[in-house]
């Protein structure tokens, strides 16, 4: 007989990471990994907008400066396709200007680099965290 809490408990949630940088997106997905998320990483905003799966994701997590679209566009297109749930800024230029526009396109946090590991963990459990 399966338990209930048990299922419920193997359910990960998922995460998408959009993260132009090889080693820091690595990084990043197998610090969360380790803590129990489900993640999905992209180099591209455009690959991580037109996988179908994405749209199931219970969080975003991404960088703002990328070649081929920042974070803030990123965020957008994921709106633009109906998806509603809480997403993390991750940048280096963290300035009045960006977080106004950060917070205007819906970002829930923005962390500055360089990311501390348990700041970004605690601010993706907090986001997640069922209501």
């Not at 950060?102 to 986001?127: C, M, S, W, Y």
Request: proline content about 3%.
């Amino acid at each position: 007989m399966i338990d209930k809490t048990d299922a419920v408990s193997a359910v990960r949630t998922k995460l998408l990471l959009v993260e132009d940088d090889a080693g820091v997106r690595r990084s990043l997905q197998l610090l969360l990994r380790g803590r129990g998320y489900d993640v999905r990483a992209y180099a591209t905003g455009r690959q991580m907008l037109a996988d179908p799966r994405s749209i199931e994701a219970a969080c975003l997590i991404t960088d703002y400066r990328m070649d081929e679209m920042d974070g803030l566009d990123v965020l957008r297109g994921l709106r633009d396709q109906g998806w509603h749930q809480p997403a993390i800024l991750i940048t280096a230029h963290h300035a009045a200007d960006l977080v106004r526009a950060a917070r205007e396109a819906g970002f829930d946090t923005i962390l500055e680099k360089p990311l501390q590991d348990h700041v970004l963990v605690e601010n993706v459990a907090r986001t997640t965290r069922p209501s």
